[in-house]
């Protein structure tokens, strides 16, 4: 298990429990219980009986690791089933090492912010309107997003967000992979998680509008090669190394009973095309919606995360590549880092030696989003906190040093919601440089095959929730995205949602997608000598 530089055992003499899918780790000493852990990073568990063991609502799941024998209130509420199959009571299970548990969403106070876009009025459904319907699945690295359409009128009548609870198994899609290899029928279990959490959405949204499952007559499925393969039950180990082959690139069209979904057995289920490895049937959703995928204009579409899909359009061409910009914006890896959920700070902004943070749901902060973490780099930068190579400046308002190494205090103690300093350490500062220079790697590439200049660009499409969030101003300065005028941006969103929305009502809007698929000319990133040398170039703050 990775752990940030502030969390490492070795340096504090700690464990390191890590709290999925909320993205917090905590450093605790042997023998605290997992409620007490989470708690000390401002993790709120449901724990109505106060931690005496009688409620039931902390459960959690342990991932990876061992938990400390079970005690007699877990025997009493938990079945031996549950037991065996790692389902766990937060407030007596221990931690006498290091440790990963997924929590629950009925098991947290506050819900995760997951990105659903709006835009189409609901339809107000009840029991006596026979809707004819249809689905749009998103299945994302970190999210899954799910749409209910009305098939007659092109509403969507319910919407629905969740972690993907695959994150426990690992955050990153490599991780994953390596999960499968090394456990037996590793993949029959990731596909068993995320299929039982989408049926799970997807029996909220027709009780939310009064309609039987048996209704959803047609689906459409989008997500990342890996996502793809998963969601099919197709194997995922030539993805995890050279040449990152998948098995297939064909649009699926699935019965509802092979895909694994609780719907009606004849429901017509499709999975449109894979690019590549690393671009998947999501990315090409995307250009779908956004119109990059039909233009003639010259526009860059970005959707960054773990990894970062880029797509270049210019004239008749259409360049992609996929570019390993690692978990650093979805918090992970960062000292304080943690996914977007209350309390997260998703905004800074420094003024001398004034720093004002924002946070998700205006709560006492507990730690850092992506967003959040990026914006504070960007503005460090600004304020001469850090030099172009990102080492700290002590004589700058803010720089201290703790346990000999520099760090920038962004809230006091007494202002956190855990009574503990949120600071950026030098560890974060290099976690974004590695993020950034690999996605502006990826910009330079794509660049060149193209023979284009970033002045020549006429749209840069930032796609995704991060790309929602995200500021943009902070973007340019700190040299994830290239310095043209910010009108030329679009932040579209969950696009990759939008565009399986499109292909649900309209048989048309897939042949377009099948037709961008065969379009892309894709560009291996790893054999490409300019990416190397722009990752380097990259690694820099510009001035």
Same mark, same amino acid.
């Given at each position: !298990?990775?752990?940030?530089?502030?969390? &490492?055992?070795?340096?504090?003499? +700690?464990?390191?429990?890590?709290?999925?899918?909320?993205? &917090?780790?905590?450093?605790?000493?042997?023998?605290?219980?997992?409620?007490?852990?989470?708690?000390?990073?401002?993790?709120?568990?449901?724990?109505?009986?106060?931690?005496?063991?009688?409620?039931?609502?902390?459960?959690?799941?342990?991932?990876?690791?061992?938990?400390?024998?079970?005690?007699?209130?877990?025997?009493?509420?938990?079945?031996?089933?549950?037991?065996?199959?790692?389902?766990?009571?937060?407030?007596?299970?221990?931690?006498?090492?290091?440790?990963?548990?997924?929590?629950?969403?009925?098991?947290?106070?506050?819900?995760?912010?997951?990105?659903?876009?709006?835009?189409?009025?609901?339809?107000?459904?009840?029991?006596?309107?026979?809707?004819?319907?249809?689905?749009?699945?998103?299945?994302?690295?970190?999210?899954?997003?799910?749409?209910?359409?009305?098939?007659?009128?092109?509403?969507?009548?319910?919407?629905?967000?969740? !972690?993907?609870?695959?994150?426990?198994?690992?955050?990153?899609?490599?991780?994953?992979?390596?999960?499968?290899?090394?456990?037996?029928?590793?993949?029959?279990?990731?596909?068993?998680?995320?299929?039982?959490?989408?049926?799970?959405?997807?029996?909220?949204?027709?009780?939310?509008?009064?309609?039987?499952?048996?209704?959803?007559?047609?689906?459409?499925?989008?997500?990342?090669?890996?996502?793809?393969?998963?969601?099919?039950? +197709?194997?995922?180990?030539?993805?995890?190394?050279?040449?990152?082959?998948?098995?297939?690139?064909?649009?699926?069209?699935?019965?509802?009973?092979?895909?694994?979904?609780?719907?009606?057995?004849?429901?017509?289920?499709?999975?449109?095309?894979?690019?590549?490895?690393?671009?998947?049937?999501?990315?090409?959703?995307?250009?779908?919606?956004?119109?990059?995928?039909?233009?003639? &204009?010259?526009?860059?579409?970005?959707?960054?995360?773990?990894?970062?899909?880029?797509?270049?359009?210019?004239?008749?061409?259409?360049?992609?590549?996929?570019?390993?910009?690692?978990?650093?914006?979805?918090?992970?890896?960062?000292?304080?880092?943690?996914?977007?959920?209350?309390?997260?700070?998703?905004?800074?902004?420094?003024?001398?030696?004034?720093?004002?943070?924002?946070?998700?749901?205006?709560?006492?902060?507990?730690?850092?989003?992506?967003?959040?973490?990026?914006?504070?780099?960007?503005?460090?930068?600004?304020?001469?906190?850090?030099?172009?190579?990102?080492?700290?400046?002590?004589?700058?308002?803010?720089?201290?040093?703790?346990?000999?190494?520099?760090?920038?205090?962004?809230?006091?103690?007494?202002?956190?919601?855990?009574?503990?300093?949120?600071?950026?350490?030098?560890?974060?500062?290099?976690?974004?440089? +590695?993020?950034?220079?690999?996605?502006?790697?990826?910009?330079?590439?794509?660049?060149?095959?193209?023979?284009?200049?970033?002045?020549?660009?006429?749209?840069?499409?930032?796609?995704?929730?991060?790309?929602?969030?995200?500021?943009?101003?902070?973007?340019?300065?700190?040299?994830?995205?290239?310095?043209?005028?910010?009108?030329? %941006?679009?932040?579209?969103?969950?696009?990759?949602?939008?565009?399986?929305?499109?292909?649900?009502?309209?048989?048309?809007?897939?042949?377009?997608?099948?037709?961008?698929?065969?379009?892309?000319?894709?560009?291996?990133?790893?054999?490409?000598?300019?990416?190397?040398?722009?990752?380097?170039?990259?690694?820099? %703050?510009?001035?």
């Amino acid at each position: !298990m990775e752990h940030p530089a502030s969390l &490492r055992p070795s340096a504090h003499g +700690l464990v390191v429990v890590d709290l999925q899918p909320v993205g &917090r780790r905590a450093g605790v000493k042997k023998g605290t219980t997992i409620l007490a852990a989470a708690q000390s990073v401002g993790v709120e568990l449901q724990a109505i009986c106060g931690g005496a063991g009688t409620c039931g609502g902390c459960r959690v799941r342990l991932a990876h690791g061992a938990l400390g024998d079970p005690t007699p209130e877990e025997l009493r509420e938990l079945s031996a089933a549950e037991i065996a199959s790692g389902l766990r009571m937060a407030c007596q299970a221990t931690a006498p090492g290091d440790v990963r548990v997924d929590i629950p969403s009925e098991s947290l106070t506050a819900a995760q912010r997951v990105q659903l876009e709006g835009g189409e009025a609901a339809i107000p459904a009840g029991p006596s309107r026979l809707l004819r319907l249809g689905l749009a699945i998103d299945i994302g690295t970190t999210k899954l997003a799910v749409y209910l359409m009305d098939l007659e009128s092109g509403c969507t009548v319910a919407r629905a967000g969740a !972690m993907n609870p695959q994150i426990a198994y690992g955050e990153d899609l490599i991780s994953r992979i390596a999960y499968t290899d090394r456990t037996p029928a590793g993949g029959r279990v990731l596909r068993e998680k995320l299929l039982d959490r989408l049926n799970r959405l997807i029996e909220g949204m027709c009780k939310q509008v009064g309609a039987s499952r048996d209704r959803i007559l047609d689906v459409v499925a989008v997500g990342n090669t890996v996502m793809h393969h998963l969601f099919v039950g +197709l194997p995922v180990r030539t993805l995890g190394a050279a040449p990152y082959r998948p098995l297939t690139t064909d649009a699926l069209d699935l019965s509802a009973r092979d895909a694994g979904l609780d719907l009606w057995a004849g429901t017509h289920v499709f999975v449109p095309s894979n690019v590549a490895g690393y671009v998947g049937a999501d990315h090409v959703a995307a250009l779908l919606s956004t119109g990059v995928g039909e233009t003639r &204009r010259t526009a860059l579409a970005l959707d960054i995360g773990t990894n970062t899909e880029i797509s270049l359009a210019r004239g008749q061409r259409l360049f992609s590549c996929s570019s390993p910009s690692g978990p650093a914006f979805e918090g992970a890896h960062i000292s304080a880092g943690m996914r977007a959920a209350p309390g997260a700070i998703e905004r800074v902004r420094i003024r001398g030696a004034e720093v004002s943070t924002y946070t998700i749901g205006r709560l006492p902060p507990i730690g850092i989003c992506g967003s959040g973490v990026l914006d504070a780099v960007a503005q460090m930068r600004a304020v001469g906190a850090i030099d172009r190579r990102g080492n700290f400046r002590a004589q700058v308002p803010g720089v201290r040093a703790r346990e000999g190494q520099p760090e920038f205090l962004l809230v006091p103690a007494a202002e956190t919601g855990h009574r503990r300093d949120i600071t950026v350490t030098r560890g974060d500062v290099n976690e974004i440089q +590695l993020a950034k220079a690999a996605i502006r790697a990826g910009i330079g590439v794509l660049l060149q095959e193209a023979q284009c200049e970033p002045d020549e660009l006429e749209e840069i499409v930032v796609a995704g929730a991060f790309g929602s969030y995200l500021d943009l101003s902070s973007a340019v300065r700190a040299g994830l995205l290239p310095a043209v005028p910010l009108e030329r %941006f679009r932040q579209v969103g969950n696009a990759a949602g939008a565009g399986a929305r499109q292909m649900l009502l309209s048989v048309e809007r897939r042949r377009t997608a099948q037709t961008i698929a065969r379009r892309i000319e894709y560009v291996e990133l790893a054999a490409h000598p300019a990416f190397h040398r722009g990752f380097v170039n990259a690694m820099s %703050f510009e001035d």
